[in-house]
């Protein structure tokens, strides 16, 4: 899966740090875990909405094409619009569904 896992937290990192990704959501504890954090991103150059997932030394992310083509993703500074929080929202469970296992031992080592 190239849109999901550990090198799409890498990748979302860098993106980061050269200003090319806007910050919709930090640092939101999990529901059940509070050890366990997420992000919520906007991915300028590709029109991408992003979540990272983080606990301790684990970091997975997942991408997909943000339902929005107008405004860009550069003019979207004020926040998500209801469809890119859908697809957040997807983007979460998805990890979830696949990484939970790997989240939930890290709290317990945390």
Not at 67 to 78: D, G, H, L, S, T
Not at 84 to 106: H, N, R, Y
Request: hydrophobic letters at 45%.
């Amino acid at each position: 899966m190239k849109d999901i896992g550990q090198h799409v937290a890498g990748q979302v990192a860098e993106l980061i740090k050269t200003g090319k990704a806007i910050v919709f959501g930090s640092d939101i504890p999990d529901k059940e875990h509070s050890e366990i954090k997420w992000f919520q991103y906007g991915l300028i150059d590709t029109n991408e909405i992003a979540v990272i997932v983080r606990c301790g030394s684990k970091a997975f992310g997942a991408r997909a094409q943000s339902r929005i083509v107008m405004p860009a993703m550069a003019e979207r500074i004020y926040g998500m619009d209801a469809l890119d929080e859908a697809l957040a929202a997807e983007l979460g469970e998805k990890l979830w569904k696949v990484f939970s296992d790997e989240l939930i031992q890290e709290v317990h080592h945390t």
